[in-house]
C-alpha cells in the first residue's frame, strides 16, 4: 500500500497514520502537548525546514487536530492550538514517550519527567477497561471484526 493511500484504507491504524504517521507532525504533537503554539517555537524546537513545517501544520489543520488562531495583524501570525481531535491524542503521545523513555538507546535517563498534578507521583500511564477498570494486556483482549452492513 502506498503512503497516499492509507487514508482510504479500511484499517484505523491505517487511517490513523495517514494524519499523524509523519516523524515530523509527531514531533509537532509532542511540542504541542509540551506548550508550544507559535511557527517559530515550532521551527526552533524542531529545527525543520520551513517548507516541512509548514506542510506538516497545514495538514494537521486540514484534519482537524490544531486549529490556527491569529494572534497578530500585520503581518498575520497564528497560535497552532489543538483541538479535542488533538488533545484526543494524548494518551498515544503518553505512551510513546514512556516506551521511547524504557527503551532508550543511550541508557540515560529520560530528559522529562511528567508529573501528576493530582497526587505529585510521575506519571505513569495504563490502560484500563473503561467498564471494569481492569488493567488491559494484549492478552486479554479478542478482536471482533464488526459486520458491515449489505450493499445493494
Wanted: glycine share 6%; aromatic share 8%; with cysteine.
Amino acid at each position: 500500500m502506498r503512503w497516499d493511500e492509507l487514508g482510504r484504507a479500511d484499517c484505523s491504524i491505517a487511517q490513523t497514520l495517514s494524519v499523524i504517521g509523519d516523524r515530523w507532525t509527531l514531533l509537532i504533537l509532542r511540542d504541542c502537548f509540551l506548550g508550544l503554539r507559535k511557527f517559530d517555537d515550532f521551527l526552533c524546537s524542531l529545527n525543520v525546514s520551513r517548507t516541512i513545517l509548514t506542510d506538516r501544520l497545514a495538514k494537521l489543520v486540514e484534519e482537524g487536530v490544531l486549529e490556527k488562531i491569529p494572534y497578530q495583524e500585520r503581518p498575520t501570525r497564528y497560535d497552532y492550538r489543538l483541538t479535542q481531535k488533538g488533545l484526543d491524542l494524548y494518551p498515544v503521545i503518553l505512551t510513546l514517550v514512556e516506551w521511547g523513555d524504557k527503551y532508550r538507546k543511550d541508557g540515560n535517563k529520560p530528559p522529562l519527567a511528567r508529573e501528576h498534578k493530582s497526587c505529585g507521583q510521575v506519571l505513569r500511564s495504563k490502560i484500563v477497561c473503561a467498564e471494569c477498570g481492569e488493567e488491559v494486556t494484549p492478552k486479554q483482549v479478542t478482536a471482533i471484526r464488526q459486520k458491515l452492513p449489505k450493499v445493494s
